[in-house]
């Protein structure tokens, strides 16, 4: 269902206190246990809360690959565009040699390539050396020719990734780079999810009525100490 999260709340003096966040409306009482460190306000533990479960919820899954010495100019926590035809995202992709109107020659033959894919609707997305991305309607392809459903804004030399509509990549989150001896990088990267970056515009709830463990009685006699060895 959710997280049941404890917290050092300042409400209650800094004592322990507990909460409960949730996703949906359904409330089967299957809450796992976390705590929260460093934050004593409500809605501050309550807000982190979530965002953890946001990401257990839309990140359930990460991806391992080795690139080349080209990933020197990816950080951790990076966002970046990615193909992995292995799990169906993308087909391919490379360098755009000529532009003519709404003609792109590029350096694949992608008709060729397609022999191995079902027939569907195409697209392309063209990035700058900017890293500014269009994404265009693909409507006629020959050999390493793509017509495409109006003329691109960039120039000849910029790169492309070629795919199925609404699949021509990935957007992921850098969580993890790891050099080896040969200038190869093994990188671990895990869904983008802009979801949970939406957590301000998610209105906190107000916090439920406290329920407090009773406190130890005052009236317990010390113990009585009847013989001391030494």
């Not at 050092?8 to 206190?17: A, G, K, S, V």
């Not at 957007?171 to 001896?181: D, G, L, R, T």
Request: proline share 6%; charged share 25%.
């Amino acid at each position: 269902d959710g997280y049941r999260f404890e917290f050092h709340d300042e409400e209650l003096e800094y004592e322990q206190n507990e909460r409960v966040v949730s996703l949906g409306s359904e409330n089967t009482g299957n809450y796992e246990r976390i705590k929260i460190w460093g934050v004593t306000n409500y809605e501050q533990a309550y807000a982190l809360a979530r965002h953890k479960l946001w990401e257990r919820q839309l990140r359930q899954e990460s991806w391992n690959f080795t690139t080349n010495v080209e990933a020197i100019d990816v950080a951790r926590g990076d966002l970046v565009l990615v193909q992995m035809p292995t799990v169906g995202t993308g087909i391919t992709s490379g360098w755009v040699r000529e532009i003519n109107n709404t003609s792109i020659l590029v350096d694949e033959n992608i008709e060729q390539i397609l022999e191995n894919y079902a027939d569907g609707e195409h697209a392309v997305t063209l990035v700058s050396s900017e890293n500014e991305t269009v994404t265009y309607n693909v409507l006629s392809i020959s050999g390493n020719t793509l017509t495409l459903d109006e003329a691109p804004s960039m120039e000849s030399g910029c790169r492309y990734m070629f795919g199925f509509e609404e699949n021509v990549y990935r957007e992921c989150i850098v969580e993890e780079i790891k050099p080896n001896s040969d200038l190869t990088f093994d990188i671990t990267m895990i869904n983008y999810a802009p979801e949970i970056y939406q957590e301000d515009e998610v209105k906190t709830p107000a916090p439920p009525p406290d329920v407090r463990l009773p406190e130890p009685e005052d009236d317990i006699p010390p113990p009585i100490i009847r013989n001391i060895r030494v």
